[in-house]
């Protein structure tokens, strides 16, 4: 009997301390999960019903269209097309050229040379600049007769007004934006170079593989799962520019840098279309779901030793 009430006591004090753990590992985790519902799921659930409605910002009114917003996008709206292509331009310029760009300053900032702290202080700084002030700068110097121009003809060449010819605004913008961030992705490459043992680069001189020949052999392997990480991210946050856009460009000249968030922002806000911004920003968000799910796929080919 007394044996019974023992075991019994043993496994109330089991019960007790494991409701006990449970609580305090929900009230660990309330904040993330209350963070999430408010701002990710609830303005989710909210831009999906907003898709289905003809919503007027400035009078209110709210007219139930079912899926006549996405007809309507798909069939009758002449930017669209438009703006979709400008977004896939951007993106396919910014990205090799960003991802490149980062991975040379990165190897030649890793480099035992004198002062260089602060070469790595100036690729870094347009990380933290206010875009307001770099575009600003930049439009300066894409105007048609100084800043890079003025360059240009010191040595015969006739630039471009670059921000105002359609052919040349798109350029320039991935130009200014490659610029602003590629201190950011150089900085997580450095950080990553600096976990290669640097034994394996010794032995591969020691058998007569010249700097490019490591690179492409060692470096490059070792860095694949941070190069999948970056590309990861810089993808995602090309499909995501405004500001500079907005600053630079206003999407101009003749809708050649209008792309699809610059496109929400005018539909929602200069117009006052926000149930059709939301059917753009659903396919957005679509974009970027099966983008992220793509690489997340074909990873285990493209990463080094990756599980």
């Known amino acids: 009997m007394l044996g019974t009430r023992a075991l019994s006591g043993r496994v109330s004090n089991k019960l ?7 609580f305090m590992g929900y009230a660990f985790v309330a904040p993330q999960i209350l963070g999430f519902l408010l701002l990710i799921l609830g303005p ?3 831009v999906i019903i907003f898709s289905t409605q003809d919503r007027n910002l400035l009078s209110g009114a709210v007219t139930n269209v079912g899926l006549e917003n996405y007809r309507f996008m798909l069939h009758d709206d002449p930017f669209f097309t438009k703006v979709l ?14 991802l ?9 900032l890793t480099q035992p040379v004198r002062g260089i702290v602060i070469f790595r202080t100036l690729f870094f700084a347009p990380v933290i600049t ?22 240009l003809a010191l040595i015969g060449i006739d630039g471009p007004n670059w921000l105002r010819e359609p052919h040349w ?9 490659v610029i602003k961030n ?30 490019l020949q490591r690179v492409r052999h060692i470096t490059i392997p070792l860095l694949s799962p941070t190069i999948m990480l970056v590309l990861m991210l810089t993808l995602i946050g090309s499909l995501k520019v405004f500001d500079l856009i907005m600053l630079m460009t206003n999407g101009g000249p003749a809708n050649a840098t209008n792309v699809l968030v610059y496109y929400i922002y005018f539909r929602a806000f200069q117009v006052f279309q926000t149930g059709y911004a939301s059917a753009l920003a659903l396919i957005l968000f ?22």
Not at 16 to 22: F, G, Q
């Open 16 to 22: 007790t301390l494991s409701w006990r753990d449970a």
């Open 44 to 46: 989710l659930v909210a």
């Open 85 to 98: 292509g400008n977004t896939l331009v951007f993106s396919a310029g910014l990205v090799p050229f960003n």
């Open 100 to 108: 490149a760009l980062a991975l040379v300053l990165a190897l030649l």
């Open 130 to 151: 206010s875009t307001v002030a770099w575009a600003v700068v930049w439009r300066f110097l894409f105007q048609g007769e100084a800043g890079i121009n003025s360059f």
């Open 169 to 177: 605004a798109m350029a320039a913008v991935i130009f200014a934006q």
């Open 182 to 211: 590629v201190g950011l992705n150089t900085l997580i490459f450095m950080a990553a170079l600096q976990n290669i043992p640097k034994d394996f680069s010794d032995a591969a001189s020691v058998d007569g593989a010249n700097l």
């Open 286 to 307: 679509g974009a970027a779901l099966v983008i992220t799910v793509a690489q997340w796929a074909v990873r285990r080919r493209l990463v080094y030793n990756e599980r």
